[in-house]
């Protein structure tokens, strides 16, 4: 009956009620709770799955850098060796052409003395022949001979001359002497001058005095050998002559 009544009671269906709903939401929320703890574990796992790949790919990249780090200090490293070997060569082929342009200058300055000495050694060669046609024909003369020598008529003599000179040659022609051109033998002849032994009679200074007075390219010329080489030629030494002449185109 007691419990009966309690049953019966009211208020004590309202408590029971109440306490089957929060127990029932209590048992709810749980399992809610286990649900969603369920997901997030498995999110959890996933998202460290996900950043494990990461830090592996994140270390490959690392390895690749570092790699490639390497090998960019290798070829650097291999870039300033060629820069280093270029600038040898450079060195050295710069080195080569001032040498080769020495040994040019040197084979430059060789020739010139060499031609040098080769003109004048042919000078000399030149003159030796002259000199020992001359002491040829000076011996021949010496001898004694018993026929009488014809005398030379003078186009003959004149003929041998041009041949022994190397020019036409006609008496009492000024341009025989050397430095004495057609205009210059004009100024001669207008002074007077018109004959080998005139010209060897005239003085180097009335000479000069001539030239200045002509002006212009008179003025240049050098009269100091002009009466010594018409001596000769007035007295008819003609190698003589040659060989003076040679001597004043080839001082050396």
Not at 1 to 8: A, E
Request: hydrophobic share 35%.
């Amino acid at each position: 009956m007691i419990l009966l009544s309690i049953f019966n009671n009211e208020t004590f269906l309202l408590v029971a009620e109440t306490l089957i709903i929060v127990i029932g939401s209590m048992l709810l929320g749980i399992l809610l709770c286990y649900i969603n703890s369920w997901g997030l574990k498995s999110k959890y796992q996933a998202l460290d799955q996900a950043m494990e790949e990461e830090r592996q790919r994140t270390a490959e990249v690392v390895n690749r850098l570092s790699e490639v780090q390497k090998q960019k200090s290798a070829l650097a490293e291999e870039v300033e060796d060629y820069k280093q070997k270029i600038a040898d060569q450079a060195k050295i082929i710069y080195d080569h052409q001032m040498k080769a342009r020495q040994q040019e200058h040197e084979y430059q300055e060789h020739k010139t003395a060499f031609d040098s000495l080769h003109a004048a050694l042919d000078t000399y060669e030149q003159r030796i022949k002259i000199i020992q046609e001359d002491l040829e024909k000076s011996t021949s003369k010496r001898k004694p001979s018993r026929k009488i020598s014809q005398p030379v008529t003078t186009s003959i003599s004149f003929e041998h001359v041009s041949k022994l000179i190397g020019r036409q040659v006609t008496e009492n022609d000024l341009t025989l002497v050397l430095g004495v051109g057609p205009k210059t033998a004009e100024l001669l002849q207008s002074h007077g001058v018109d004959t080998w032994e005139k010209l060897s009679a005239t003085s180097a200074d009335d000479l000069r005095k001539w030239l200045d007075e002509a002006g212009g390219i008179y003025k240049t010329q050098d009269p100091t050998s002009w009466a010594r080489q018409a001596m000769m030629a007035s007295h008819g030494e003609w190698r003589k002559l040659r060989v003076y002449q040679e001597s004043l185109r080839n001082p050396s």
